[in-house]
């Protein structure tokens, strides 16, 4: 616990966040531990409101009986799940690394370009605000790095706090602009853009019509632009029906895969758009903070 403090008083004299890891076996009493050093934070005036986050039942019942013998009753037990989380909980470095990993993947599956029509379905305004803003940084970047000049309004929030209704009209009919939407129900339903690509799940959904609908918005062809399939990229595990709606992922290459979807199974170019579903192996999803494929 000494270490812990020490650790954390390093941390501020540097004006770094106040992190510490404490790595303790099975049984070593670990949910106790984090209840007295907390007791020990809050009576130095140094703590506010304090999160402790488990993912079992049986945990949290035990732990609260230790939080309540170092804090009373402030000490109180909720229950979340994934859908209601992140609508209170926004972690800045999970936004900057799942934006990060769906950027990188964009490119990969899009011969190196990022200007491909797509919707990333998100948590909620503030949400929305934060990963457009991240994406926005992330093609800046790019574009400073290849010589491109940049586009103005690559990624956008459309939102009604923002009017999004009346940015569809330019998401729709602007290839080099407005490129990817940011938006958490807006897009759902009756909107229709043939050219988008990728459909991303930065939010979990619990409803199977409505995930239906979400992904609905990928299936137009779009013969202009020679868009015969797009992606989903699903950064929450959570597909309700997915697994009976769409083909297994492929494993061939992607120009195997384009190549595949530009003749058809006989030669002849499909009637429905293809899906390629992309999930992340259990490596990658520890390797980064969040769930999420590609």
């Known amino acids: 616990m000494r270490a812990t403090f020490e650790q954390i008083i390093r941390a501020a004299q540097d004006h770094q966040p106040a992190r510490a890891l404490v790595p303790v076996a099975t049984g070593g009493g670990k949910t106790r531990m984090a209840a007295g050093l907390l007791r020990r934070i809050c009576d130095a005036g140094l703590m506010g409101k304090a999160l402790f986050v488990c993912d079992r039942t049986e945990l949290r019942d035990n732990g609260l009986g230790d939080f309540q013998a170092a804090f009373g009753t402030g000490a109180v037990p909720m229950f979340n799940d994934g859908s209601t989380l992140e609508g209170k909980l926004v972690l800045p470095d999970r936004v900057k690394a799942m934006s990060a990993h769906l950027f990188e993947r964009i490119l990969a599956t899009g011969d190196g370009t990022p200007l491909q029509k797509t919707i990333v379905f998100c948590a ?88 239906h609908q979400m992904i609905g918005r990928g299936t137009r062809i779009d013969r202009e632009s020679g868009k015969l399939m797009f992606r989903i990229f699903d950064y929450t595990g959570h597909r309700p029906g997915l697994a009976h709606s769409t083909p297994p992922a492929h494993s061939q290459s992607h120009s195997q895969d384009r190549q595949a979807v530009r003749e058809g199974r006989h030669g002849r170019p499909r009637n429905r758009p293809t899906v390629e579903h992309h999930r992340r192996s259990q490596r990658d999803r520890h390797a980064s903070p969040g769930r999420s494929t590609g």
């Not at 569809?168 to 909107?191: N, Q």
Request: net charge positive; hydrophobic share 40%.
């Open 124 to 211: 909620s305004d503030h949400h929305a605000d934060l990963i457009t803003n991240a994406l926005n940084g992330l093609y800046s970047a790019w574009a400073k790095a290849h010589g491109h000049k940049r586009i103005q309004n690559y990624a956008f929030k459309c939102m009604s706090s923002v009017n999004g209704q009346a940015l569809i009209p330019d998401f729709r009919g602007h290839a080099k602009s407005h490129i990817i939407a940011t938006t958490k129900e807006l897009l759902t339903t009756g909107v229709n853009v043939p050219r988008v690509r990728n459909i991303v799940f930065f939010r979990y959904v619990q409803s199977p019509l409505l995930f």
